[in-house]
């Protein structure tokens, strides 16, 4: 490995102060912190140390760059001004101790954007870190992202869906691990000694609403589906489009906290038949669904009967409807056919949720067409959401593993599973007497593979897909 390199321009004296930071990202600062953090990344290896002690005086030049690169754009950010200090600290001790696996337990600490959800103030970001749906190796990440908290989601939070861990965010600038999948930034990702109480997590909702604004324009084309109006809309309002995922995602991650549930169905670290994982992810969506329907009927009739409504109310009422529809077509447009067929939680989610709404008689391909029964579709989806909350509700009184057959039979009574498949035949005695791990080492790594029409879907869709790799707002 060659020794990385700082170019000349971004070492050569200190950047000059940054004040504003809606401008934040054009400076010379944040180009220096970007091209060290880069340089940086190339030393690290998978934990985010650098063991080769012939790069440590480079990495020091690079590190005091980025320090001398966070105290210069310092002033645009005063609200984060303890984490920012706290930040140089833990890089400049990260080197004094010849980068050895890094720690920015203290940084992390300090920074709390949940403090701060006000609608386009922005934060400066910087951490060893890995990416989810990006990089797996703790290396340096950079961002600037602004806040999206519209009036109505103050009302929504300080009102029925309280959550407050739950941050917004539009990404402005970021280093190559967000030029990925990634649309989510969260604090136990970053490198750091011990385990805190977490505080807050962030979703990119930009990013969100791009993949999707992209991807569901592309299927509706290929499957000749005539979308509703509202739904059109989306297509072509990137800022509607991103307030209705802050809406779905505020409902959504509070969700996996509450209801009749397994004692901790999703959040602790455990080893569980992955079609347990895309059931609780697919009920929080369901829950954000069911909750639109429920803020769309209720207010609808207050308006109907004459009720004064508030502005907050009147934007619910506005985006009710379109999470609605992100839920469905981001659903079965982009997460069935994301990723590989290996334990793909999502993905099962997706064609779990299609194959209940046309077996229902909502949703129809003809004459190789898609349509749907937009009237009878709110009470099909809800539906299943209560079979899962059924399930949940259930599992409380059994054992683990019955209810991960129980969970099992749910998703068979929609989806095939693979003519392979050991648990559609039935477990052997041997395994059902056994531990845990005998169950989950027996499920296929695509235990139910795409069914005909997914197959063709994503053979049509996948290069539009692909192309939403590191997607911005501003890219569509």
Same mark, same amino acid.
């Given at each position: ?13 200190? @950047? ?26 190339? #030393? ?82 910087? =951490? ?21 908290? @519209? ?23 970021? !280093? ?9 930034? =969260? ?8 385990? @805190? ?51 779905? +995602?505020?409902?959504? +991650? ?11 169905? =999703?959040?602790?670290?455990?080893? #569980? ?80 949720? =299609? ?12 004459? !190789? ?82 069914? #005909? ?7 049509? #869709? ?15």
């Amino acid at each position: 490995m060659s020794t990385p390199t700082l170019n000349s321009q971004a070492i050569v004296g200190e @950047p000059e102060v940054v004040e504003d930071a809606s401008i934040a990202e054009q400076s010379a600062a944040w180009a220096q912190l970007k091209d060290a953090a880069v340089a940086i990344r190339e #030393m690290q290896v998978k934990d985010g140390s650098i063991p080769d002690a012939a790069h440590h005086a480079a990495a020091r030049d690079l590190v005091s760059a980025v320090v001398a690169a966070i105290r210069a754009l310092a002033p645009a950010f005063p609200h984060d001004a303890e984490y920012l200090a706290a930040s140089a600290v833990d890089f400049e001790r990260w080197a004094a101790e010849d980068f050895g696996t890094p720690d920015f337990l203290d940084s992390l600490q300090a920074f709390q954007p949940q403090q701060h959800r006000v609608d386009g103030i922005r934060h400066l970001v910087i =951490f060893p870190m890995y990416t989810q749906n990006g990089s797996s190796d703790r290396l340096v990440e950079a961002l600037i992202v602004e806040t999206i908290w @519209p009036e109505f989601i103050a009302a929504l939070e300080a009102g029925d869906y309280g959550n407050k861990l739950f941050v917004s965010l539009r990404l402005v600038d970021f !280093t190559p691990g967000y030029d990925t999948n990634s649309a989510v930034l =969260f604090p136990e990702t970053v490198a750091m000694r011990e385990i @805190p109480s977490f505080t807050w997590g962030a979703i990119f909702q930009d990013r969100e609403a791009a993949r999707y604004r992209r991807v569901t324009r592309a299927a509706a084309e290929i499957t000749k589906l005539d979308l509703p109006e509202r739904a059109a809309a989306m297509l072509d309002d990137q800022a509607l489009t991103e307030r209705a995922f802050v809406m779905w +995602d505020i409902i959504h +991650d509070r969700t996996h906290m509450r209801g009749d549930l397994p004692f901790d169905p =999703f959040m602790i670290k455990q080893r #569980m038949p992955f079609f347990l994982y895309s059931l609780e992810e697919l009920r929080c969506d369901l829950t954000a669904f069911r909750e639109s329907v429920k803020i769309q009927r209720g207010l609808s009739a207050r308006v109907e009967t004459g009720e004064d409504v508030t502005a907050a109310e009147h934007e619910m009422l506005q985006h009710a409807d379109l999470v609605q529809y992100a839920v469905i077509f981001d659903r079965i447009f982009r997460f069935a056919i994301t990723g590989s067929r290996v334990r793909n939680y999502d993905g099962l989610g997706g064609q779990l949720l =299609f194959a209940w709404l046309h077996q229902r008689g909502v949703l129809h391909w003809t004459d !190789t067409a898609l349509a749907f029964d937009w009237d009878a579709v709110p009470d099909a989806v809800v539906a299943l959401g209560d079979a899962i909350d059924e399930l949940y509700w259930r599992s409380i009184d059994r054992p683990k593993t019955a209810h991960w057959l129980a969970a099992y039979d749910l998703v068979r009574s929609v989806l095939t599973p693979h003519p392979a498949s050991q648990w559609a035949r039935g477990l052997s005695d041997e395994i059902l007497a056994g531990a845990p791990k005998g169950y989950t080492d027996a499920v296929l790594d695509d235990e139910f593979p795409l069914s #005909m029409f997914f197959e063709a879907l994503d053979k049509k #869709m996948k290069p539009v897909i692909e192309s939403t790799v590191g997607i911005r707002g501003t890219d569509v």
